[in-house]
């Protein structure tokens, strides 16, 4: 079994920030990209940021020069540092990491449960 657990969500107005974490954890064997979407209510999930295992990195346009992706290889963990928030901000944030299980001998993408980040103006 492959867990993402993340943390960090939480209520901030307008302005400010948040970090949201998410460690990976189970029958990991290699990790490739990990990344950060989200998904507001009545729209679909979006892609806000990934990164490589070699660090290369990609925004979504609305976010970006606000928010930044980072990740430690040693820990199995991304965190999203997002700042000047904005109430379009607003949605439940999913990390996702695609992993290669040493259960299943294959590369799978893997969902975290989801924390919720309201901004109010």
């Known amino acids: 079994q492959v867990q993402l657990v993340e943390s960090g969500g939480g209520l901030v107005q307008a302005g400010g920030s948040l970090r949201l974490s998410c460690a990976a954890s189970g029958s990991i064997l290699s990790i490739n990209r990990m990344g950060w979407y989200r998904q507001a209510p009545g729209k679909q999930r979006e892609l806000v940021a990934i990164?490589?295992?070699?660090?290369?990195?990609n925004y979504a346009d609305p976010v970006k020069g606000r928010f930044t992706i980072s990740r430690d290889n040693a820990k199995n963990m991304v965190s999203l540092q997002m700042n000047s928030l904005k109430p379009e901000d607003t949605a439940v944030y999913y990390c996702n990491a695609n992993i290669l299980s040493w259960r299943t001998s294959r590369w799978s993408d893997y969902w975290g449960q989801g924390t919720q980040v309201t901004v109010s103006s």
């Open positions: 990164i490589t295992n070699g660090g290369s990195t």
